[in-house]
């Protein structure tokens, strides 16, 4: 089964850190660049961060600095937050492209940032 699973979501304090990760099946093939996307309750579905596996990577400016993506990118991705605020509150998701042209989701993890 094709998929993308997430984990690493959860409450955390304004200042705080968390690290989401996320592992594609091994029936995804070709992937060529992972990254993660959010969407906070009314808004549109926004990127957060992605790196391709020759490991270029392009953050949103509302995160730059606080948040830093890795991985092997071929099968896994991670997102270490720091200094988290309020405004951070959504689903993240995982993302996968591949280079036969296929995009994949994960099923989204909440992240909750309140004092």
């Known amino acids: 089964q094709e998929q993308l699973v997430e984990s690493g979501g959860g409450l955390v304090q304004p200042g705080g850190s968390l690290r989401l990760s996320c592992a594609a099946s091994?029936?995804?093939?070709?992937?060529?660049?992972m990254g993660w996307y959010r969407q906070a309750p009314g808004k549109p579905r926004e990127l957060v961060a992605t790196?391709?596996?020759?490991?270029?990577a392009n953050y949103a400016d509302a995160v730059k600095g606080r948040f830093t993506i890795s991985g092997d990118v071929k099968n896994t991705v991670s997102l270490q937050m720091n200094s988290l605020k309020p405004e951070d509150t959504a689903v993240y998701y995982c993302y996968a492209h591949t280079g036969l042209g296929r995009d994949y989701w994960g099923q989204g993890t909440q992240v909750t940032v309140s004092s």
């Open positions: 790196i391709t596996t020759f490991g270029s």
């Open positions: 091994r029936s995804i093939f070709a992937v060529n660049a």
